[in-house]
Nanobody, 126 residues
Framework: QVQLVESGGRLVQAGGSLRLSCAASGRTFSSYAMGWFRQAPGKEREFVAAIGRSHSTYYADSVKCRFTISRDNAKNTVYLQMNSLKPEDTAVYYC????????????????????WGQGTQVTVSS
């Protein structure tokens, strides 16, 4: 089992930056692909970014060039650096982990991941 804990979410003004962290338990962190998703009120959970075991990265078009996902295997931590934030980025942000083939072939789909954190709220004001 993998335990994920997100942190770093807060209120920020449009145009500002935030860095979210996701701390993972276990000694096999490097074996997992990791993803960030977000969910706004009344909306479906939406793919934001993912990073593979090989450190390959993937981004939703809506965050491309603004957000950067990274991982530090020595610290069992995944990060999401968010720059040029917009009010539309307001959501609860969730960290996810998976080690099945499905996470590779369907990395943008929540159902491809096996473990989830509780989420951290990001609010972007205009």
């Amino acid at each position: 089992q993998v335990q994920l804990v997100e942190s770093g979410g807060r209120l920020v003004q449009a145009g500002g930056s935030l860095r979210l962290s996701c701390a993972a338990s276990g000694r096999t962190f490097s074996s997992y692909a990791m993803g960030w998703f977000r969910q706004a009120p009344g909306k479906e959970r939406e793919f934001v970014a993912a990073i593979g075991r090989s450190h390959s990265t993937y981004y939703a078009d809506s965050v491309k060039c603004r957000f950067t996902i990274s991982r530090d295997n020595a610290k069992n931590t995944v990060y999401l650096q968010m720059n040029s934030l917009k009010p539309e980025d307001t959501a609860v942000y969730y960290c996810a982990a998976g080690n099945r083939l499905q996470v590779i072939v369907a990395r943008t789909k929540p159902e491809a991941y096996d473990y989830w954190g509780q989420g951290t709220q990001v609010t972007v004001s205009s």
